[in-house]
Nanobody, 124 residues
Framework: QVQLVESGGGLVESGGSLRLSCTATGSDIRIYSLGWFRQTPGNEPDERELVAAVSSSGRAEYGDSVKGRFTVSRDTAKNMVYLDMNNLNPEDTAVYYC???????????????WGQGTQVTISS
């Protein structure tokens, strides 16, 4: 079982910056991909948008809308993943969820875990 706890959300003005943090606990977490998704009002959980993710080998991927503005990183020793968000705009307003994705296990397939979410609000 994996547990994820986010912190760092809040209200900032357009053009500002925020850093989100997520602490991951559980067995095998070091071989999981860790990242961030976001969900805007009116969207269902299965419509969450990929923001950024980083694999166990350190390879990062980003959603198109955040490339060049957001940076994802992980501290393997602390089992933490971070999201540095710069040049924020009102369209970035959403609940941000930490996500852990397992490798494709032979018997269980790919396992997904989610944090409780943290609200990020950008004022214009």
């Amino acid at each position: 079982q994996v547990q994820l706890v986010e912190s760092g959300g809040g209200l900032v003005e357009s053009g500002g910056s925020l850093r989100l943090s997520c602490t991951a606990t559980g067995s095998d977490i070091r071989i999981y991909s860790l990242g961030w998704f976001r969900q805007t009002p009116g969207n269902e959980p299965d419509e969450r948008e990929l923001v950024a993710a980083v694999s166990s080998s350190g390879r990062a991927e980003y959603g198109d809308s955040v490339k060049g503005r957001f940076t994802v990183s992980r501290d393997t020793a602390k089992n933490m993943v971070y999201l540095d968000m710069n040049n924020l705009n009102p369209e970035d307003t959403a609940v941000y969820y930490c996500n852990a994705r397992s490798p494709n296990y032979e018997h269980f397939g790919i396992l997904y875990y989610w944090g409780q979410g943290t609200q990020v609000t950008i004022s214009s």
